[in-house]
């Protein structure tokens, strides 16, 4: 096996670093061919570097893992039994398009440790491989967010809502929050002129578009509203809130 070259050696190692894993002195030595004397001057030199910077980061050696690290740049990895709950979660629900579930997996797993990726993707790579593929499944993600600032924008909105059995319609609302019930992504919402003390729920797979408004939301929409106490009430009784009066406005 060829020896690294020093300044190879010291991007790659730096590059590691900076990622947040603690680079094992031993093993790191071996994958560059070079002496662990050569490698504790690569952490010298290092060191030089980001005192020269003035980095607030400091490069500390963790004797557990015989491997160094850096302070305050350090990101913590997510732990991989955290990784994979949270894939499956999301596997389970079929909730989003294959796309944007693909993407969210691959972006996931990055944040697991480098010895723990292969682990990670052999436990679900099935369960992905048969992830139903709906091409006519609206993109969710970027519909979530999109309403979520309109909600911390305060300000109303008009939705286009649209049913596959059912004409399309338009509703003007107090966005209230976007919550997730029973596998599905729902606006929470107060509608104009409806004097129901609770907010409607919109699924937002049935919200074609909206249209920002720029009025302030409604009063009811700024008084603090108890959201676990909506996710209460939809368990007990969904017809009081998913309800036909938003298809007549």
Same mark, same amino acid.
């Given at each position: ?20 894993? $603690? $680079? ?62 949270? &894939?499956? &979660? ?13 993407? &969210? ?19 679900? $790579? ?49 966005p209230l929050s976007v919550i997730f019930l ?41 008084? $603090? ?14 017809? &009081?809130?998913?309800?036909?009066r938003w298809k007549q406005q």
């Open positions: 096996m060829e020896r690294t070259d020093k300044n190879t050696r010291i991007l790659k190692l730096y590059d590691r670093l900076k990622s947040g894993e $603690v $680079v094992n002195k031993t093993h790191f030595s071996l994958e560059c061919n070079v002496s662990e004397r050569a490698f504790d001057r690569d952490i010298e030199d290092i060191r030089l570097y980001l005192s020269e910077e003035f980095s607030p980061a400091e490069l500390l050696f963790n004797k557990a893992e015989n491997g160094y690290y850096l302070t305050t740049e350090r990101r913590r990895d997510l732990m991989v039994d955290e990784l994979l709950t949270i &894939i499956k &979660i999301l596997l389970g629900s079929e909730v989003l398009r294959s796309d944007e579930l693909y993407e &969210i997996s691959e972006t996931l797993m990055s944040f697991a440790g480098r010895r723990d990726v292969g682990k990670l993707k052999a436990l679900i $790579v099935e369960e992905l491989a048969s992830y139903p593929s709906k091409p006519d499944k609206k993109v969710f993600i970027k519909m979530i967010w999109d309403l979520s600032e309109c909600v911390l924008r305060k300000t109303r909105i008009r939705l286009c809502c649209r049913e596959a059995e059912h004409e399309e319609a338009h509703v003007t609302v107090s029973e596998n599905s992504f729902y606006l929470a919402a107060f509608i104009e002129g409806n004097e129901d003390e609770l907010p409607a729920l919109f699924r937002v797979e049935h919200i074609d578009s909206f249209e920002v408004l720029n009025q302030p939301v409604s009063v009811k929409s700024t008084q $603090v509203f108890d959201i676990a106490k909506l996710k209460e009430i939809f368990k007990e009784n969904p017809q &009081i809130i998913l309800n036909e």
